[in-house]
C-alpha cells in the first residue's frame, strides 16, 4: 500500500506571470506552470524524480511534522 504524504510546498507568481512551486524538504525540487494547477501537476512529476534518490526517499521516511505553517515576514 502507498504511502500518503502531507508535503510543504510554496507557491510563488513571478514578474513573468508564471506560477513557480517548489517543495523545500527536497534539496532543488521545483517548477514552474503558466496556472497554479499547472504547476501543481508539474511539481508532483519533479517530487517523483526526486523521490529516485536514496537521499531523497530517506529524508520523506524521516519527515514526519506536527504542523506546518507559512507566514509572510516584511523587511524594509
Known amino acids: ?11 510563488e507568481k513571478d514578474e513573468d506571470g508564471f506560477y513557480v512551486v517548489e517543495c523545500p524538504i ?3 525540487c521545483y517548477t514552474q506552470g503558466k496556472t497554479i494547477d ?3 501537476k508539474n511539481i ?3 517530487i517523483k524524480l526526486c523521490l529516485e ?3 531523497n526517499r530517506r529524508v ?3 519527515f514526519h511534522p506536527q504542523e506546518l505553517s ?3 515576514l516584511i523587511y524594509a
Not at 1 to 11: A, D, E, F, T
Open 70 to 72: 507559512f507566514h509572510t
Open 53 to 55: 534518490e536514496e537521499e
Open 1 to 11: 500500500m502507498k504511502r500518503i504524504c502531507q508535503l510543504p510546498i510554496l507557491i
Open 38 to 40: 499547472e504547476a501543481l
Open 44 to 46: 508532483r512529476e519533479v
Open 26 to 28: 527536497f534539496s532543488g
Open 60 to 62: 520523506l521516511k524521516d
